[in-house]
C-alpha cells in the first residue's frame, strides 16, 4: 500500500563510493565523456566551491533493502 510507503529513501549502492567515482558512473549512464570528471584533493575542492561539502557522503540503504525486499544492492562501475 503506497501510504505506508516513507517519504524519503536514500537510494544507493551497499559499496561506498568517492565523488570521482560517482562522476564516472553518471557521466557514463550520461554517455558522456568521464574526461570531463576531473579528481581533486579535499583541499583542491574547497578553493572551488563557496560552501562547505561533506568529505564522506556515505548513506544507510537498509529502508530501500526493507521497502523492495532485497538483501543486496550493487551498481555497475564506470572505468575512468
Known amino acids: 500500500d503506497k501510504k505506508d510507503l516513507p517519504s524519503v529513501i536514500n537510494v544507493?549502492?551497499?559499496?561506498c563510493y568517492s565523488k570521482y567515482d560517482m562522476g564516472c558512473?553518471?557521466?557514463d549512464r550520461l554517455g558522456v565523456p568521464s574526461s570531463l570528471v576531473v579528481?581533486?584533493?579535499?583541499?583542491?575542492g574547497s578553493r572551488l566551491f563557496s560552501d562547505k561539502r561533506a568529505s564522506y557522503i556515505a548513506m544507510d540503504n537498509s529502508l530501500m533493502?526493507?521497502?523492495l525486499n532485497i538483501?543486496?544492492?550493487l551498481w555497475e562501475e564506470a572505468k575512468c
Open 12 to 15: 544507493c549502492s551497499d559499496r
Open 25 to 27: 558512473i553518471v557521466a
Open 39 to 44: 579528481k581533486v584533493s579535499e583541499e583542491q
Open 65 to 67: 533493502k526493507s521497502v
Open 71 to 73: 538483501n543486496n544492492i
